[in-house]
């Protein structure tokens, strides 16, 4: 499905599930993953409890889902990258995006057609090229769910 562009705050978007781009090393010290670590810390806790027990897989969408209280948001965090860094190389697998795309369309089908909030996942820190990263979201998402990418202004 085309991806449709929103310019604002990915953390304030409305849709109930967001997706995002992490590593496998149990760590969210940066970017898109530091700031869902600080809003969202349950989805943090989440990610951490199962690089604790079991590790990371990549290309797997681990999700959490918010205490009961609050209002309900999905949030995946979606493993792209074994490593990261700061040297501009490319440290995300289009591989593993196209895999994390897939576990989105599972449960996007378990909810009906639904949409899903991402950043330009893979293309910042992650060093990707989002040209590549667009079009693997736009074909593996099919009809299963709207792309909702946001940005934080031009």
Not at 58 to 86: C, D, H, L
Not at 89 to 95: A, E, T
Request: hydrophobic share 40%; proline share 4%.
């Amino acid at each position: 499905m085309k991806i449709k562009y929103k310019i604002g705050d990915l953390l304030d978007a409305p849709e109930v599930i967001i997706i995002h781009g992490c590593n496998a090393q149990g760590v969210m010290g940066s970017g898109v993953a530091k700031a869902i670590r600080g809003k969202y810390p349950w989805a943090y806790e989440a990610y951490i409890d199962v690089y604790s027990t079991t590790g990371l897989v990549m290309g797997k969408v681990y999700w959490a889902n918010n205490p009961a209280g609050e209002p309900f948001k999905i949030i995946g965090n979606a493993i792209t990258q074994s490593r990261y860094g700061y040297s501009g190389k490319q440290y995300v697998s289009y591989d593993a995006i196209r895999d994390c795309v897939k576990g989105v369309v599972e449960l996007s089908t378990i909810f009906g057609c639904c949409t899903v909030a991402l950043p330009m996942i893979g293309a910042g820190l992650g060093g990707g090229d989002w040209n590549v990263i667009s079009d693997i979201i736009e074909t593996e998402s099919k009809k299963a769910f709207q792309p909702i990418v946001y940005k934080l202004g031009e």
